[in-house]
């Protein structure tokens, strides 16, 4: 199993900046791919970006040029750092992880932080 906590979420102004940060903890070893995902209420959780264990990344295209996604491997966390904020950036973000196990995905979620972008 693996637990992701998230911290970071808020409100700002737009135009502003936050980051978000997401650690990993139990089974940690065999995590692959990372990333956030974000979602408002009545709309389906979509991508924001993700980054695999080599760090290869891909992003929303909503989010290109304005948030940048990282990971560090040795603390088992990762990262979004988010500028130039517009309020349609406005959602719950989501941390998530994978891994494979004997030939199958599990993927893991961690509980959200809200992000507020004031207009």
């Known amino acids: 199993q693996v637990q992701l906590v998230e911290s970071g979420g808020g409100l700002v102004q737009a135009g502003g900046s936050l980051r978000l940060s997401c650690a990993a903890s139990?089974?940690?070893?065999?995590?692959?791919?990372m990333g956030w995902y974000r979602q408002v209420p009545g709309k389906q959780r979509e991508l924001v970006a993700t980054i695999g264990s080599r760090g290869s990344t891909n992003y929303a295209d909503s989010v290109k040029g304005r948030f940048t996604i990282s990971r560090d491997n040795a603390k088992n966390s990762v990262y979004l750092q988010m500028n130039s904020l517009k309020p349609e950036d406005t959602a719950v973000y989501y941390c998530?992880?994978?891994?494979?196990?004997?030939?199958?995905?599990?993927?893991?979620w961690g509980q959200g932080t809200q992000v507020t972008v004031s207009s």
């Open positions: 998530n992880a994978d891994r494979y196990m004997f030939g199958n995905k599990y993927n893991y």
């Open positions: 139990g089974s940690t070893f065999s995590i692959n791919g």
